[in-house]
T-cell receptor, first 114, second 112 residues
Framework: EAGVAQSPRYKIIEKRQSVAFWCNPI?????LYWYQQILGQGPKLLIQ????????DSQLPKDRFSAERLKGVDSTLKIQPAKLEDSAVYLC????????????FGPGTRLLVL | GDSVTQMEGPVTLSEEAFLTINCTYT??????LFWYVQYPGEGLQLLLK?????DKGSNKGFEATYRKETTSFHLEKGSVQVSDSAVYFC???????????FGTGTRLQVTL
């Protein structure tokens, strides 16, 4: 079974530029998550989708971050404009359903904002 | 709110040594508990989990027991290998919410 796929793996941009990350979850998984992992910290949930609807985006900085999952499969996370403090690893995860389902993580996208 | 506290690293051990990484938690209700491992340059992999008190999760020689009385979920392995060098994250998930709450991670370095 293929795991969660993410691209790109690495991205370097200058502050105030925009960037987008892509995630393809495990086939059949209805729930998709985006986490932000700052160096030296544990991952923090940014947004959770159930199919193509948003379940929780309470920690997403909506003035600069946006995410969509148009057909309930792939998802894109965008940052516009980027700030220095957005430098982090962005992890995508998926699970079959909500609640206490095990979440499976992709390899992450490492973003450096200069 | 929910929180997870892990012992600070790095933890440096010789190969075949015994490993303990402490994890305690604060949560409302009865959480499910997880250990995830992150190898260099990779994403998080589920190592083991336990969903109720006194459950023992185990995988690849690692074990952790859900202790409700001490609100702990310590990770142990009897004999570590160089290939176990990674960052280990303890995490919890409560109620119907799907938001994992992670600790800050503990880096393990195993030397020959």
């Amino acid at each position: 079974e293929a795991g969660v796929a993410q691209s790109p793996r690495y991205k370097i941009i200058e502050k105030r530029q925009s960037v987008a990350f892509w995630c393809n979850p495990i086939s059949g998984h209805a729930t998709l998550y985006w986490y932000q992992q700052i160096l030296g910290q544990g991952p923090k949930l940014l947004i959770q989708f159930q199919n193509n609807g948003v379940v929780d985006d309470s920690q997403l900085p909506k003035d600069r971050f946006s995410a969509e999952r148009l057909k309930g499969v792939d998802s894109t996370l965008k940052i516009q404009p980027a700030k220095l403090e957005d430098s982090a690893v962005y992890l995508c995860a998926s699970s079959q359903g909500q609640g206490r389902e095990t979440q499976y993580f992709g390899p992450g996208t490492r973003l450096l904002v200069l | 709110g929910d929180s997870v506290t892990q012992m600070e690293g790095p933890v440096t051990l010789s190969e075949e040594a015994f490993l303990t990484i402490n994890c305690t938690y604060t949560a409302t209700g009865y959480p499910s508990l997880f250990w995830y491992v992150q190898y260099p340059g990779e994403g998080l992999q589920l190592l083991l989990k336990a969903t109720k008190a006194d459950d023992k999760g185990s995988n690849k020689g690692f074990e952790a027991t859900y202790r409700k009385e001490t609100t702990s979920f310590h990770l142990e392995k009897g004999s570590v290998q160089v290939s176990d060098s990674a960052v280990y994250f303890c995490a919890l998930l409560t109620g119907t919410a799907s938001k994992l709450t992670f600790g800050t991670g503990t880096r393990l370095q195993v030397t020959l």
